[in-house]
């Protein structure tokens, strides 16, 4: 993901989050048996290239990208430095790092109803009542579709603490490969890479670090860092 023997001293340099934004192993033999079904089929949707792919870089241009970012809610795009070019990316460019090319038939994941979201749970069988989405809990799942959320959360979530829930928003990715739907997934993880950047622990540590190894490529290859 990084690599650090290209990195120079420097005191700018941040360690990556553990246990978040994970390479996904899609064989699905590496997973209990009454989860093959369904990493089968992940194996072949459209979040293969999200769940999978990183770029080795160097720990001083991730740091720097990482902790000089901002988010321009007016213009959608996040600014940051690379060495000494001031560079930007967009939601249309991050989308197409992770394969995402522009669909004008996405499905916005905005416009999918909380009711929708609860009748897809009570589907799978989840065990209790839900009223808000704040009480939903992964463990309520049978055992294959709480594995199935924890594949997905470990993967694609900017989170990596209190994984037996998630936003609203995070939920519509699995709404989206349940019903196969044409979903915008891009959208979803543009915004967890927004939030990454709301980290509590930003100045100490990269949140959602496979992600911006992904960014800090891109940059790196079009400024010929």
């Known amino acids: 993901m990084a690599d650090s023997s290209s990195v120079h001293a420097t005191s700018h340099i941040l360690p990556i989050r553990p246990q978040q934004s994970l390479i996904i192993d899609l064989t699905p033999q590496v997973y209990d048996a009454f989860m093959f079904p369904i990493m089968e089929c992940l194996k072949y949707s459209p979040l293969v290239p999200a769940l999978t792919k990183v770029e080795t870089v160097p720990m001083e241009c991730l ?41 004008e038939s996405r499905v916005n994941p905005e416009s999918i109803p909380v009711g929708q979201l609860f009748s897809m749970f009570y589907n799978m069988g989840y065990t209790e009542i839900l009223t808000t989405v704040t009480k939903f809990k992964k463990s309520c799942l ?16 900017e989170r990596s603490a209190g994984s037996d829930g998630a936003s609203r928003l995070f939920m519509t990715i699995l709404y989206g490969l349940y019903h196969d739907i044409n979903l915008d997934y891009g959208s979803v993880l543009w915004q967890q890479l927004i939030q990454s950047l709301a980290s509590t622990s930003r100045h100490s540590e990269i949140s959602y670090a496979r992600f911006w190894t992904l960014v800090t490529k891109w940059v790196m290859d079009k400024y010929h860092v």
Do not use: M
Not at 74 to 92: E, G
């Open 63 to 103: 740091s720097q990208i990482f902790s000089t970012a901002h988010y321009d809610k007016s213009v959608d795009r996040i600014f940051f430095d690379i060495l000494d070019h001031k560079a930007s990316i967009s939601k249309q460019r991050f989308c197409s790092l992770l394969e995402f090319e522009p669909d």
């Open 142 to 157: 049978p055992p294959q579709w709480n594995g199935f959320f924890t594949v997905l959360f470990k993967g694609l979530s």
